[in-house]
């Protein structure tokens, strides 16, 4: 925990680097950072208001690691692990799975990556029986196809599974 | 401005058919999002605003539309608030962060055989406090708003800087991580195109995905759907184990009797607290009930009941987290500054939907405005009813599998995240930012202020732009000015509150505060 306090605050810090440089400092065709000034009669530049937000969440970030010298905060005094081993099965049996529904979206579309999903869960993590995750794995795309591309004409992404939707388009749309 | 008429056009209004069921279908969802160990009324409000644009598009006028999205999504608030206690007292584990302090007495109820009284007690001490606070509200609502009608933007600035600044004082969590998040969630607000002078900023990596600013519920449902999902999936370990519940129709009568006997102290504690506590931006329900709760064991004859299964004990935290949702309404209808994270996530509905949150609205928009109201006398009665007659379901439904709930939630915050931008780019940003704030709250980062912030952050930049603009650039315009300097000292206070009590600790030879 101790270590990824620290580690977690230099993080946070480059991010906030980086998001100070974004915020104008890399535009120097109207003399260098002019974004980031406060221009006489017009006000404060666009990217004024961003960089010195991110410059404060630089000193929270430092602020963080003089805590962290001083042993100030509960996560730096504390020797428990970061994540234990539960944790990091967790996120390869759950946290993973979603990374990996969002990549198929592009493939097999929202709802045959909800199908994918669903059934892996209810039925391989969840150890539920075979009717039961075929059930939700089956009808929750239903459900959400009549409530989102029918009802709302939110056009839910469909990937390569798309010819197959053709024939509902002419019923219901 | 004589406000009963037009409260009982807006009770008459909530009470159409067409609202009314949107109100039931809110408070159930409500009372079962609240039930949902890992889901509170944010989760449910932020994962479900992409569904209200169907509520708004099928009312012929687009008032009514709005109107009705807003109900509705009142509604699962409110529903919320009473839902938590039902895990609180059955499971033993809040079924929301709100309904915590209800674990401390409403659980040893329960162990001791009296699920019964603690569930009832719940209810009826969530009505009071509900009836109380809708009363406040109603007074304290248009004459508020009307003052605020001369504010401009030093005064919204300053107000801006007042919600945050209860964040660090009040928040209780570590202060540079909770400064962290709020700027995180500002800088997010800025992604995209400037408002004043049209430049793009932001742009990371020149991913053109960013031009169009980042969507207010790309975060919320990141962090309140993926990554509180995680969350509670890390923290319960999946092992839950529940007390049953017998209703019958004489006990619940039996138990309402006890309760106003026994816990009408907590309840009148929790409800006036709550309202007053619910109003400050950033304190909403959940300091509110846990106040309640100290100060209704402060102010016992028998405080050594307290935590034993008192029934003060529960009525307190109960009626407090409802009138504490109520109060928390106040400021985001009034001024447009949200009090908590659901009703930031309400704000950045009102905008979605085409309102301009503020004072204005109270003068612009009545025909929004007033049936919101009524239908909160509506909601909290039918939340009672609903609550007591459905006890029984619910305990059914919370023997729900996590397994079967988690992969429905998740796979509705990814829907829901697409369905809010319709771009991809925002559902892998949602993912990162689910999975950064599973991260980041292991490590004690506050999360809700970024929420907040990202809602306030267009309305924070202008102003504060504006200001600087009539000023010439001289921050004292903020402190000089006869409304604005004094909401900006009470923010420099506040901010300021945790060095005081450090070296107040000091000075007493106590090197830990009590938290």
């Keep these: ?173 | 401005m004589d406000v009963l008429p037009l409260l009982f056009d807006g009770i008459a209004t909530a009470l159409s058919p067409a609202i009314l069921g949107l109100t039931f279908l809110g408070v159930v969802i409500g009372l079962f999002v609240g039930a949902m160990p890992g889901l509170g009324s944010v989760n449910g409000v932020a994962i479900l605003l992409p569904a209200t644009f169907l509520i708004q598009q099928s009312f012929s006028d687009p008032n009514d539309g709005t109107a009705a999205a807003m109900i509705f999504l009142a509604a699962i608030y409110y529903g919320a608030m009473y839902g938590g206690a039902i895990s609180s007292i059955t499971l033993g584990i809040p079924g929301a962060s709100t309904a915590v302090a209800t674990t401390f007495d409403g659980r040893p109820l329960a162990l001791r055989g009296d699920a019964n009284q603690a569930l009832v007690t719940a209810a009826i001490a969530s009505f009071v406090g509900g009836s109380i606070a809708n009363i406040f509200f109603t007074g304290f609502a248009p004459p508020l708003a009307s003052v605020a009608l001369s504010f401009g933007p030093p005064e919204i600035f300053a107000l801006m800087l007042l919600a945050f600044a209860t964040f660090v004082g009040l928040g209780g969590d570590d202060i540079p991580k909770t400064i962290f998040s709020i700027c995180f969630g500002l800088t997010m607000a800025a992604v995209g195109f400037d408002q004043i002078s049209g430049e793009p900023r932001l742009i990371f990596f020149d991913v053109i995905g960013f031009m169009h600013g980042i969507n207010f519920l790309v975060l919320a449902i990141g962090v309140y759907g993926i990554g509180e999902m995680l969350w509670t999936i890390y923290t319960t370990r999946e092992k839950i184990t529940m007390t049953d519940a017998q209703i019958s129709f004489a006990g619940v009568m039996r138990a309402t009797g006890r309760t106003f006997t026994r816990g009408w102290k907590g309840m009148s504690i929790g409800s006036g607290l709550g309202f007053f506590v619910g109003i400050l931006p950033a304190a909403g329900a959940t300091p509110g009930s846990l106040m309640s709760y100290g100060i209704a064991k402060m102010t016992a004859s028998k405080p050594e009941e307290f935590g034993k299964g008192a029934i003060d004990g529960v009525a307190a935290p109960e009626a407090a987290n409802n009138s504490a949702s109520t109060g928390a309404m106040l400021p985001m209808l009034t001024l447009g500054i949200p009090g908590s994270p659901t009703t930031a996530v309400l704000l950045g509905g009102m905008v979605i939907w085409g309102l301009t949150p503020g004072p204005r609205l109270f003068t612009d928009q009545p025909e929004f405005v007033w049936p919101l109201i009524g239908s909160f006398y509506v909601a909290n009665l039918i939340s009672l009813i609903v609550n007591l007659a459905f006890i029984p379901l619910f305990l059914w439904m919370l023997r729900m599998p996590f397994t079967i709930l988690a992969p429905i939630i998740f796979t509705l915050s990814i829907v829901g995240g697409f369905a809010a931008t319709q771009d991809m780019h925002d559902v892998w940003l949602m993912v990162f930012f689910g999975l950064g704030a599973f991260f980041l709250r292991i490590l004690d980062y506050p999360l809700a202020p970024a929420v907040l912030a990202i809602v306030l952050g267009p309305i924070a930049e202008p102003t504060l732009r504006q200001s600087l603009l009539l000023s010439d650039g001289d921050p004292m315009i903020f402190v000089e000015r006869p409304i604005a300097g004094p909401i900006t000292i009470i923010a420099i206070i506040l901010i300021l509150l945790p060095v005081f009590k450090f070296f107040w600790a000091r000075r007493h030879g106590k090197t830990e505060t009590a938290s």
């Excluded at chain 1, 990824?4 to 950072?33: H, R």
């Excluded at chain 1, 410059?55 to 963080?64: E, F």
């Excluded at chain 1, 579309?109 to 869960?121: P, W």
């Excluded at chain 1, 995750?133 to 959400?144: H, M, Y």
Aim: net charge neutral; glycine share 10%; hydrophobic share 55%.
């Design chain 1, 1 to 173: 925990m101790r270590i990824a306090e620290l580690v977690m605050a230099l993080i946070l810090g480059v991010m906030s680097v980086y998001i100070m440089w974004k915020s104008g400092l890399s535009q120097w065709e109207e003399g260098w950072g002019a974004p980031v000034r406060y221009i006489e009669g017009e006000g404060p530049g666009s990217g004024w208001w961003p960089f010195y937000l991110a410059g404060a969440m630089l000193l929270c970030c430092v602020w963080v690691i003089v805590n962290w010298v001083r042993r100030a905060s509960p996560p730096s005094r504390s020797d428990a692990v970061y994540l234990d081993r539960f944790g990091v099965m967790m996120l390869l049996k759950v946290g993973l799975p979603v990374v990996g529904f969002v990549f198929l979206i592009e493939y097999v579309g929202m709802y045959g990556a909800m199908m994918l999903f669903l059934f892996y869960y209810v039925w391989i993590l969840g150890r539920h029986r075979l009717g039961l995750a075929l059930a939700i794995a089956l009808g929750a795309p239903v459900v959400t196809f009549f409530f989102f591309d029918v009802a709302m004409r939110i056009v839910l992404p469909k990937g390569y599974l798309e010819p197959l939707f053709i024939p509902l388009y002419d019923i219901f749309l």
